[in-house]
């Protein structure tokens, strides 16, 4: 997966590329395929990508600045109802992810988290209101962590990412240690150094000169389906099944072989029965992520 990185720094220091680059290089597996710095007022932003779909590969710009609405996107995502969407927005279905988040939020604001399905992490830089708007997909496959002081706010794909920043201290939470070597994990937004916090799975994070804070924007259905027999229940599973797998055989590349698969425990032999049945054969790779 690719890095992001987002640096508010309301001191106007007046070159934050370089910082940002560095961060990125904090991390250089995640950009393997390329890294993208670009500025907005006091706010610089950062890519690092490690393309694991066919719009990523083939996006040559995947930092969308909105001129019209002076707002920028970066973000590492897979987007599965991309399509729809892009066709309530009115915009072109071959667009990128950073663009169709900024349109989304040009329209719903603060909602826009809600309204994707899928796997993300990204970052909307707001230069009208001066606001960072951060968000991770609803069970986090995504990551973002953050740290903030007065005059700065800085927001990462990784811990490690933030403590690459020379400016962050590197003191350690006891009670995050404690917590994770009793096995507990009961502070999702701690991490070991006090200064970082993670932003929360199905939460977006809204950072101003005034401060940051996070806010949940998913919570799961309660509400139970009634199926009529076991069979019906198989079928249901089944077809949800094959719905995720097909929107995850999206990868530019194969990075999983069918051979080593079939011999691991029973989630991954499902994946590719029903990778089979989608292709209507026996494949030799999987395209997936």
Known sequence: MSSVVALVDWGLIPESSLQVDGIL???????????????????????????????????????????????????????????????????????????????AYARWDLDTARRLDGDFAFAVWDQRRSRLFAARDRFGVRTLCFRETAQKILVATEVGQVIADPDTPRDLDDLSLLDHLTWQYGYHRLT?????????????????????SQCRYWHPETTSRSVASVDE?????????????RERMTAPSPVLTCALIEKSPFPNRSAVVANSRIQRRKPRLMNAY
């Open 25 to 103: 290089l904090a991390r250089p597996e995640r950009s393997c395929d390329g890294r993208w710095v670009r500025t907005l007022g006091p706010c610089t932003v950062g890519l690092g990508l490690r393309a694991t779909t066919g719009r990523q590969r083939g996006c040559a710009e995947p930092i969308f600045c909105d001129e019209r609405n002076q707002t920028m996107v970066v973000c590492d995502a897979r987007i599965d109802n991309f399509d729809e969407l892009a066709r309530d927005l009115g915009i072109d279905p071959f667009a990128s992810d950073a663009e169709l988040i900024a349109t």
């Open 192 to 212: 070991f150094f006090r200064a970082v916090t993670r932003i929360e799975p199905g939460h977006y994070l809204v950072g101003t000169q005034g401060g940051a």
């Open 233 to 245: 229940y198989a079928h249901a599973f089944a077809t949800v099944l094959e719905q995720a797998v």
